[in-house]
């Protein structure tokens, strides 16, 4: 296995751009800088997916992820006060005992993943081809085995109630004012 | 493709963790919110990693990808209203300060 080949420096780099931007994400003070590395590190998960040649779910990603869900963070952000002074003082305890269980964590799942003994497909080796969409949309809009449209027209109700919701979760209210 | 699958599991492992604890170390409720979000995606790379090298003629894991993104944003849409509304009440959004859930 060729250490420099082209596939190893692609993914050694999306990795270090996730590993590195999660964990600033989650240890800088300031809470729009914070929203700004989460969107990098789910940016590089978008490139990881291109990676797996799984495109659709890589524009997905994007759009959802990075084009909707960080804006909303920065407008909240932005709506509450002190922007950008969030100087959280975490405690030296707190942060030695979420170490301490993140390191647990760690190592008892790669154990565990170690040890599992995956068999792989061995197809997978060769050239990865990228999925069809039309076997994309096959299996969405279906409801035969293998084929999704129960929980698609579930997400869609889903999506709709989350709508009305934060609506009216959101909204001032009004017997306050009076 | 020759790498290997454990290279993924690590990856994704060190992610959700990492998101583990910024969960515990986040007293903002926006700052907690975004590493659930990590947490998501680490499991999302792992559905879309055992898709690709275990099943690749399948697309269980792929299907299953495209709905947790989707809950993931119903959920923060829905998480973040709630904040808003937290903040309009309370003038904080720390959690050591949000003792009582009726106002």
Redesign the interface.
Known sequence: ?DLF?A??II?FLL?TI??VF??L???TTK?LR??TY?FF??FA?AG??LF???E??AA??LS??AG??VV??V???L???NLGE?T?K?SFQ??L???I???A??VV??IT??NYG????E???EA?ES?NMQ??GN??MGVEK?Q?LL?FEA?SI??LA??I???V??Q?NKEEKR | MNIPVEYFLVLSTLLFFIGVYGFIVRKNLIGILMSIELVLNAVNINFVVFNRFLFPDKLEGFIYGLFVIIVAAAETAVAIAIIINVYRNMKNIDVNSIKELKN
Do not use: H, R, W
């Open positions: 296995m080949s596939n190893n993914f990795a996730i590993l999660g964990f994400s989650v240890t809470i914070a929203a989460l590190v789910l998960i990881l997916y797996l040649s799984y659709f779910l997905v990603q959802v992820y909707g869900i909303l963070f407008f909240a952000i709506l509450v006060k969030e959280e975490v707190k942060k005992v979420g170490g269980a993140a390191f964590g760690v799942t790669l993943a170690f995956f068999i792989l497909n197809t997978a080796d990865v999925v076997a994309v299996a969405l293998y999704y929980p997400s889903l999506l989350c709508i919701g934060s609506v979760v959101a001032k």
